[in-house]
């Protein structure tokens, strides 16, 4: 199946988890936030939330600075 990772289509296996698919892109554990519909989802629910076919995801990362 395919899901929109920050605008760019990535074919994920048909029972990927959000986990599954941060770290196929090699999406750290900390610093990052993400939203799954417009919707932020919960680091502790990332290994439990299976995606669907055309799943819209947008990973945020935390930027220090001033």
């Excluded at 296996?13 to 698919?21: E, F, G, R």
Aim: no cysteine; proline share 5%; net charge negative.
């Amino acid at each position: 199946m395919t899901v929109l990772v920050n605008g760019v289509v990535t074919e994920v296996a048909p029972d990927a988890t959000l986990a599954d698919v941060l770290a196929a892109h090699g999406v750290p554990d900390r610093g990052v936030a993400v939203a799954l519909a417009g919707e932020v989802v919960p680091r502790t629910a990332w290994a439990s939330t299976r995606l669907r076919d055309g799943a819209v995801l947008e990973v945020l990362t935390a930027v220090q600075g001033g």
